[in-house]
């Protein structure tokens, strides 16, 4: 899943996050892989990296949750968002959700360090696995 991470990272720092977390997930042996545009993005700019790496566009407006209902995603990434603990709640261990982290996202996001020590707390209590790039 995407995140509006345009609006706090420079073009340069923003290629190496997705083309280091495309190439980390595109190596993980799902045969389908999907980049899910966070409502917020601006641009296709995420996505046109990630299909590179054989992402496909998934176009469903709706939340990644009420999608998932349908799809029975075995896996499902993104960066700090709130929807991996959700989906953790919604399927329990019969999803992997991962967060993928780097001095990139921390940058961009430590503007409220308590916020984000709390969501890690989270993560860690309904297993949303952590994974620095």
Avoid: W
Avoid at 28 to 57: M, V
Avoid at 98 to 107: L, M, Q
């Amino acid at each position: 899943m995407g995140e509006p991470l345009e609006n706090h990272l420079n073009n340069r720092s923003l290629v190496d996050l997705y083309e280091k977390t495309a190439f980390y997930l595109s190596k993980k042996g799902y045969t389908e892989l999907y980049y899910k545009k966070h409502h917020r993005e601006s641009s296709d700019f995420g996505f046109e990296i990630f299909n590179n790496y054989g992402f496909r566009l998934f176009e469903d407006t709706r939340c990644i949750e009420e999608i998932s209902y349908e799809k029975g995603f075995n896996c499902v990434a993104s960066f700090v968002s709130s929807a991996l603990p959700q989906l953790k709640l919604l399927f329990g261990n019969q999803i992997e959700c991962v967060s993928i982290n780097s001095d990139y996202v921390h940058k961009a996001i430590t503007k409220n360090k308590k916020s984000l020590d709390q969501l890690n707390t989270i993560y860690n209590l309904l297993e949303v696995r952590k994974v620095n790039i």
